[in-house]
């Protein structure tokens, strides 16, 4: 029996709260042992192979990049019969590019080892690096586009999105600035990074708690026959 657009979407729902679960791995991070202090650099340093559980952060990553996919398949991308949410297809290419970013770990702590950083500008570090630091920045582009598209569709929706919506873009408008010193100055990554996280989080879960529309639920009711 093919499942109904409610089900898919109790479904997405459920599949983004593990999520942003396995995404914010970083909140053990103060009660693991054997890790060097995190306030120095960014969460990827934790997740280079060799590191104290890095295979186990990096398969947090791995995995809720892979449910926020799943969510937004089953979510689908229309609000109804002629109407497709612009950030859809970001949302997509946010999520692909954390699962690249999951299995292209950095080579070494980019953020807290001056050696790496040199090797890293002159372009003596194997391909992967490179390629997590292309995922990553995609990362932050693709969701940070949606999150302003979100922002000026949902302007004559609900109060409660609009206000959603408006509390991402001021955070991230504060937060990007700190971001830039953080990477310049190599210190309190910790403390700037999880204003991403949480944020990023916070627009998946704007975009899969919208509610279907109303068309869409009655065009599921006469397809099914009215049951």
Partial sequence: MKPTILQRWRLAKGLVVVATFASNWWLLVPWLPGIVDPRLGLFSDLEVPGAAYSSV??????????????????????????????????LVAFSVAGMMGALTPYVCA??????????????????????????????????TIAAWRIFQRTKTGPPQLQRAAQGVII??????????????????????????????????????????????????VVASGGN
């Fill in 110 to 143: 980019e953020s807290s080892s001056l050696s790496c950083r040199q090797l890293e500008w002159h372009l003596q570090l194997p391909p992967r690096h490179y390629l997590h630091i292309v995922a990553g920045v995609a990362e932050f582009l693709f969701i």
């Fill in 57 to 90: 952060f990096r398969g947090c990553d791995l995995f809720a990049a892979s449910l926020f996919l799943c969510a937004l398949l089953l979510r689908g991308p229309n609000n109804g019969a002629m109407t497709r949410r612009p950030e859809f297809s970001l």
């Fill in 171 to 220: 955070t991230l408008t504060v937060a990007y600035p700190a971001l830039v010193a953080v990477y310049l100055g190599d210190y309190f990554g910790a403390f700037v990074e999880p204003v991403f996280l949480l944020s990023f989080c916070a627009v998946m879960a704007m975009e899969i708690f919208e509610p279907p529309s109303g068309e869409l639920l009655h065009r599921q």
